[in-house]
Nanobody, 115 residues
Framework: QVQLVESGGGLVQPGGSLRLSCAAS????????MGWYRQSPGKQRELVAA???????DYGDSVKGRFTISGDNAKNTVYLQMNSLKPEDTAVYYC?????????WGQGTQVTVSS
């Protein structure tokens, strides 16, 4: 079992930045993959960014060049640095961990980009 707790969401103006954090109850270095997904009303949940234990990193096309995912093994925390935010980035952002073929999700944190 893995518990994930997200934080760092909020309201930001277009062009602004936010950093999301995801604290895991287990060592993130033992996960097959960790990442961030998002979901806005009426849309399916989509990949934002993820990395695997093998060193692969993947980003959704709409966030490439603006968002950066990183991890701190000592703190068991994964971060999502979001820059140049746009109104279309508005969504609930979920942290995801994969281990032993099982997906775990956090409760989500709301990000709203609006002037």
């Amino acid at each position: 079992q893995v518990q994930l707790v997200e934080s760092g969401g909020g309201l930001v103006q277009p062009g602004g930045s936010l950093r999301l954090s995801c604290a895991a109850s287990r060592s993130i270095s033992r996960m097959y993959a960790m990442g961030w997904y998002r979901q806005s009303p009426g849309k399916q949940r989509e990949l934002v960014a993820a990395f695997t234990s093998g060193g692969t990193t993947d980003y959704g096309d709409s966030v490439k060049g603006r968002f950066t995912i990183s991890g701190d093994n000592a703190k068991n925390t994964v971060y999502l640095q979001m820059n140049s935010l746009k109104p279309e980035d508005t969504a609930v952002y979920y942290c995801n961990a994969q281990i032993m073929g099982t997906h775990y999700w956090g409760q989500g944190t709301q990000v709203t980009v609006s002037s």
